[in-house]
Protein backbone atom coordinates (compact mmCIF):
# COMPACT_ATOMS: atom_id res chain seq x y z
CA UNK A 1 0.00 0.00 0.00
CA UNK A 2 1.68 3.50 -0.92
CA UNK A 3 2.49 5.96 2.26
CA UNK A 4 1.19 9.21 2.21
CA UNK A 5 4.85 10.66 1.37
CA UNK A 6 4.67 8.97 -2.06
CA UNK A 7 0.95 9.82 -3.08
CA UNK A 8 2.13 13.27 -2.22
CA UNK A 9 4.81 12.72 -4.65
CA UNK A 10 2.58 11.14 -7.53
CA UNK A 11 0.45 14.33 -7.62
CA UNK A 12 1.49 16.54 -10.44
CA UNK A 13 2.95 20.00 -9.82
CA UNK A 14 1.86 22.59 -11.20
CA UNK A 15 3.31 23.77 -15.15
CA UNK A 16 3.68 26.53 -17.22
CA UNK A 17 1.19 27.24 -19.81
CA UNK A 18 1.68 26.98 -23.43
CA UNK A 19 2.30 30.61 -23.99
CA UNK A 20 5.18 30.76 -21.34
CA UNK A 21 6.14 27.75 -23.02
CA UNK A 22 6.53 28.66 -26.42
CA UNK A 23 7.84 32.03 -25.23
CA UNK A 24 10.74 30.09 -23.56
CA UNK A 25 11.78 27.66 -26.22
CA UNK A 26 11.35 30.80 -29.05
CA UNK A 27 13.70 32.48 -26.84
CA UNK A 28 16.07 29.68 -26.77
CA UNK A 29 16.12 28.72 -30.32
CA UNK A 30 16.59 32.58 -30.84
CA UNK A 31 19.74 32.58 -28.40
CA UNK A 32 21.07 29.97 -30.34
CA UNK A 33 20.84 31.53 -33.33
CA UNK A 34 21.87 35.08 -31.69
CA UNK A 35 25.83 33.31 -30.14
CA UNK A 36 26.57 31.76 -33.78
CA UNK A 37 26.36 35.49 -35.13
CA UNK A 38 27.76 36.31 -32.53
CA UNK A 39 30.86 34.61 -32.96
CA UNK A 40 31.17 33.99 -36.63
CA UNK A 41 30.30 37.64 -37.49
CA UNK A 42 33.62 39.79 -38.17
CA UNK A 43 35.53 41.59 -35.66
CA UNK A 44 34.15 45.40 -35.06
CA UNK A 45 36.37 48.17 -35.53
CA UNK A 46 36.11 51.76 -35.81
CA UNK A 47 35.57 51.66 -39.83
CA UNK A 48 33.33 48.29 -39.93
CA UNK A 49 30.43 48.79 -42.15
CA UNK A 50 27.90 45.94 -40.87
CA UNK A 51 27.25 43.25 -43.43
CA UNK A 52 24.87 40.53 -43.32
CA UNK A 53 26.18 38.67 -40.41
CA UNK A 54 25.95 41.82 -38.16
CA UNK A 55 22.65 42.98 -39.60
CA UNK A 56 21.29 39.66 -38.26
CA UNK A 57 22.88 39.74 -35.06
CA UNK A 58 21.57 42.96 -34.41
CA UNK A 59 18.04 42.02 -36.12
CA UNK A 60 18.13 38.62 -33.69
CA UNK A 61 18.87 40.63 -30.78
CA UNK A 62 15.90 43.29 -31.39
CA UNK A 63 13.89 40.47 -31.80
CA UNK A 64 15.02 38.63 -28.55
CA UNK A 65 14.53 41.96 -26.78
CA UNK A 66 11.20 42.63 -27.62
CA UNK A 67 9.82 38.57 -27.19
CA UNK A 68 11.62 38.61 -23.69
CA UNK A 69 9.66 41.87 -22.58
CA UNK A 70 6.74 40.07 -23.76
CA UNK A 71 7.37 36.90 -22.31
CA UNK A 72 8.08 39.40 -18.77
CA UNK A 73 4.71 41.19 -18.71
CA UNK A 74 3.22 37.81 -19.60
CA UNK A 75 4.94 36.13 -16.51
CA UNK A 76 4.18 39.17 -14.46
CA UNK A 77 0.26 38.74 -15.17
CA UNK A 78 0.54 34.44 -14.86
CA UNK A 79 2.33 34.38 -12.08
CA UNK A 80 4.00 30.42 -11.38
CA UNK A 81 4.99 29.06 -8.18
CA UNK A 82 8.22 27.46 -8.19
CA UNK A 83 7.83 23.65 -7.31
CA UNK A 84 8.23 22.93 -3.80
CA UNK A 85 8.01 19.54 -3.03
CA UNK A 86 10.86 18.08 -1.60
CA UNK A 87 13.39 20.42 -1.85
CA UNK A 88 16.02 22.15 0.07
CA UNK A 89 15.61 25.48 1.30
CA UNK A 90 18.32 27.51 -0.73
CA UNK A 91 17.09 26.03 -3.86
CA UNK A 92 13.93 27.98 -4.64
CA UNK A 93 15.96 31.79 -3.51
CA UNK A 94 18.46 30.53 -5.97
CA UNK A 95 16.11 29.63 -8.84
CA UNK A 96 14.74 33.07 -8.22
CA UNK A 97 17.67 34.68 -8.24
CA UNK A 98 19.07 33.18 -11.51
CA UNK A 99 15.63 33.38 -13.60
CA UNK A 100 15.43 36.95 -12.10
CA UNK A 101 19.04 37.53 -13.66
CA UNK A 102 18.66 35.35 -17.06
CA UNK A 103 15.68 38.47 -17.82
CA UNK A 104 17.83 41.47 -16.44
CA UNK A 105 20.75 40.31 -18.36
CA UNK A 106 18.14 39.58 -21.51
CA UNK A 107 16.84 42.76 -21.33
CA UNK A 108 19.46 44.92 -20.30
CA UNK A 109 22.36 43.78 -23.12
CA UNK A 110 20.51 44.10 -26.17
CA UNK A 111 20.25 47.22 -25.24
CA UNK A 112 24.00 47.98 -24.60
CA UNK A 113 24.28 46.59 -27.87
CA UNK A 114 22.04 48.95 -29.42
CA UNK A 115 24.05 51.53 -27.80
CA UNK A 116 27.36 50.55 -29.34
CA UNK A 117 25.79 50.37 -32.66
CA UNK A 118 24.06 53.95 -32.13
CA UNK A 119 27.43 55.06 -31.10
CA UNK A 120 29.26 53.83 -34.58
CA UNK A 121 26.38 55.84 -36.13
CA UNK A 122 24.97 52.54 -38.21
CA UNK A 123 21.66 51.73 -39.28
CA UNK A 124 19.59 49.89 -37.51
CA UNK A 125 17.04 47.70 -38.65
CA UNK A 126 14.89 44.70 -37.86
CA UNK A 127 15.16 42.20 -41.14
CA UNK A 128 15.68 45.63 -43.15
CA UNK A 129 11.92 46.58 -42.24
CA UNK A 130 11.84 48.42 -38.94
CA UNK A 131 14.20 51.37 -38.64
CA UNK A 132 14.91 51.99 -34.94
CA UNK A 133 16.22 55.12 -33.50
CA UNK A 134 19.87 56.00 -32.06
CA UNK A 135 20.20 55.63 -28.40
CA UNK A 136 23.04 57.53 -27.92
CA UNK A 137 25.03 60.32 -29.50
CA UNK A 138 27.08 58.95 -32.37
CA UNK A 139 30.67 58.41 -31.10
CA UNK A 140 29.72 59.50 -27.79
CA UNK A 141 32.27 57.91 -25.25
CA UNK A 142 28.83 56.28 -23.32
CA UNK A 143 27.57 54.38 -26.55
CA UNK A 144 31.92 53.24 -26.96
CA UNK A 145 31.98 51.96 -22.98
CA UNK A 146 28.70 50.31 -23.54
CA UNK A 147 29.87 47.67 -26.56
CA UNK A 148 32.38 46.27 -23.65
CA UNK A 149 29.71 45.76 -21.36
CA UNK A 150 27.66 44.26 -23.78
CA UNK A 151 30.17 41.81 -24.61
CA UNK A 152 30.95 41.19 -21.25
CA UNK A 153 27.31 40.50 -20.11
CA UNK A 154 26.81 38.32 -23.38
CA UNK A 155 29.21 36.16 -21.47
CA UNK A 156 27.67 36.42 -18.12
CA UNK A 157 24.48 35.46 -19.48
CA UNK A 158 26.03 32.24 -21.43
CA UNK A 159 27.12 31.03 -18.26
CA UNK A 160 24.18 31.87 -16.42
CA UNK A 161 22.34 29.43 -18.81
CA UNK A 162 24.93 26.72 -18.57
CA UNK A 163 24.50 26.69 -14.88
CA UNK A 164 19.97 26.80 -15.55
CA UNK A 165 20.58 24.16 -17.82
CA UNK A 166 22.75 21.83 -15.60
CA UNK A 167 19.97 22.53 -12.75
CA UNK A 168 17.17 21.55 -14.87
CA UNK A 169 19.36 18.07 -15.79
CA UNK A 170 19.67 17.63 -12.26
CA UNK A 171 16.29 17.88 -11.39
CA UNK A 172 15.57 15.29 -14.46
CA UNK A 173 18.61 12.55 -14.10
CA UNK A 174 19.06 13.26 -10.42
CA UNK A 175 16.24 14.05 -8.38
CA UNK A 176 13.82 12.80 -11.29
CA UNK A 177 10.88 15.67 -9.33
CA UNK A 178 8.84 16.77 -12.35
CA UNK A 179 11.10 20.40 -12.66
CA UNK A 180 12.04 19.71 -16.26
CA UNK A 181 8.97 18.56 -17.00
CA UNK A 182 7.00 22.01 -15.91
CA UNK A 183 8.44 23.69 -18.99
CA UNK A 184 8.25 20.54 -21.66
CA UNK A 185 5.38 20.59 -23.98
CA UNK A 186 1.99 18.47 -22.55
CA UNK A 187 2.57 19.07 -19.15
CA UNK A 188 1.04 21.53 -16.49
CA UNK A 189 -1.86 23.89 -17.18
C1 LIG B 1 20.51 38.83 -26.25
C2 LIG B 1 20.97 39.45 -27.31
C3 LIG B 1 22.42 39.56 -27.65
C4 LIG B 1 23.47 38.71 -27.38
C5 LIG B 1 23.45 37.40 -26.62
C6 LIG B 1 24.66 39.30 -27.97
C7 LIG B 1 25.93 38.75 -27.91
C8 LIG B 1 27.07 39.38 -28.32
C9 LIG B 1 28.42 38.87 -28.15
C10 LIG B 1 28.78 37.52 -27.50
C11 LIG B 1 29.26 39.78 -28.68
C12 LIG B 1 30.79 39.69 -28.73
C13 LIG B 1 31.23 39.13 -30.06
C14 LIG B 1 32.74 38.96 -30.12
O1 LIG B 1 33.45 39.87 -29.70
O2 LIG B 1 33.19 37.91 -30.59
C15 LIG B 1 28.48 40.88 -29.19
C16 LIG B 1 29.00 42.02 -29.78
C17 LIG B 1 28.24 43.03 -30.31
N1 LIG B 1 26.86 43.09 -30.37
FE1 LIG B 1 25.60 41.78 -29.49
N2 LIG B 1 24.30 40.48 -28.59
C18 LIG B 1 22.95 40.68 -28.43
C19 LIG B 1 22.19 41.74 -28.91
C20 LIG B 1 22.69 42.78 -29.66
C21 LIG B 1 21.91 43.88 -30.19
C22 LIG B 1 20.39 44.04 -30.02
C23 LIG B 1 22.76 44.71 -30.86
C24 LIG B 1 22.48 45.99 -31.63
C25 LIG B 1 21.29 46.41 -32.01
C26 LIG B 1 24.09 44.15 -30.73
C27 LIG B 1 25.23 44.71 -31.23
C28 LIG B 1 26.51 44.28 -30.97
C29 LIG B 1 27.69 45.03 -31.30
C30 LIG B 1 27.73 46.40 -31.98
C31 LIG B 1 28.78 44.26 -30.87
C32 LIG B 1 30.26 44.66 -30.91
C33 LIG B 1 30.55 45.29 -29.57
C34 LIG B 1 32.01 45.77 -29.44
O3 LIG B 1 32.88 45.14 -30.05
O4 LIG B 1 32.23 46.75 -28.73
N3 LIG B 1 24.01 42.96 -30.00
N4 LIG B 1 27.15 40.61 -28.97
C1 LIG C 1 18.87 30.02 -23.81
C2 LIG C 1 18.66 29.50 -22.77
C3 LIG C 1 17.61 29.66 -21.68
C4 LIG C 1 17.10 30.76 -21.06
C5 LIG C 1 17.48 32.21 -21.31
C6 LIG C 1 16.13 30.31 -20.09
C7 LIG C 1 15.41 31.13 -19.23
C8 LIG C 1 14.51 30.71 -18.30
C9 LIG C 1 13.77 31.55 -17.39
C10 LIG C 1 13.90 33.09 -17.32
C11 LIG C 1 12.96 30.77 -16.65
C12 LIG C 1 11.98 31.23 -15.58
C13 LIG C 1 10.63 31.26 -16.19
C14 LIG C 1 9.65 32.03 -15.38
O1 LIG C 1 9.44 31.67 -14.22
O2 LIG C 1 9.09 32.99 -15.93
C15 LIG C 1 13.16 29.42 -17.08
C16 LIG C 1 12.52 28.32 -16.57
C17 LIG C 1 12.83 27.03 -16.89
N1 LIG C 1 13.77 26.60 -17.84
FE1 LIG C 1 14.90 27.77 -18.97
N2 LIG C 1 16.07 28.94 -20.14
C18 LIG C 1 16.95 28.51 -21.11
C19 LIG C 1 17.20 27.22 -21.51
C20 LIG C 1 16.65 26.12 -20.92
C21 LIG C 1 16.95 24.74 -21.27
C22 LIG C 1 17.90 24.32 -22.40
C23 LIG C 1 16.23 23.96 -20.41
C24 LIG C 1 16.19 22.46 -20.33
C25 LIG C 1 17.23 21.68 -20.43
C26 LIG C 1 15.45 24.83 -19.56
C27 LIG C 1 14.58 24.42 -18.60
C28 LIG C 1 13.79 25.22 -17.81
C29 LIG C 1 12.83 24.73 -16.84
C30 LIG C 1 12.55 23.28 -16.51
C31 LIG C 1 12.24 25.86 -16.26
C32 LIG C 1 11.17 25.86 -15.17
C33 LIG C 1 11.79 25.84 -13.81
C34 LIG C 1 10.68 25.86 -12.78
O3 LIG C 1 10.14 24.82 -12.51
O4 LIG C 1 10.34 26.94 -12.29
N3 LIG C 1 15.73 26.13 -19.89
N4 LIG C 1 14.12 29.39 -18.07
Redesign the pocket.
Known amino acids: MPSIRTEVRAAPIQG?GPV?KTL?WL??AL??AQYVFAFTMPDIGRNTVPGALINLHMSFGLTILAVVVV?WLW?IGHP?P??TRDMPSWEQPL?RIV?GA??VL?VVSPILGWMNASARDWTITVFGLLQLPHLVAARSALGRQAGDVHTFLAWT?LVL?GL??LA??Y?YFVRNDG??Q??LPGTGR
Open positions: YAHVVLIRRILAAHLYLLVHVALHVLRM
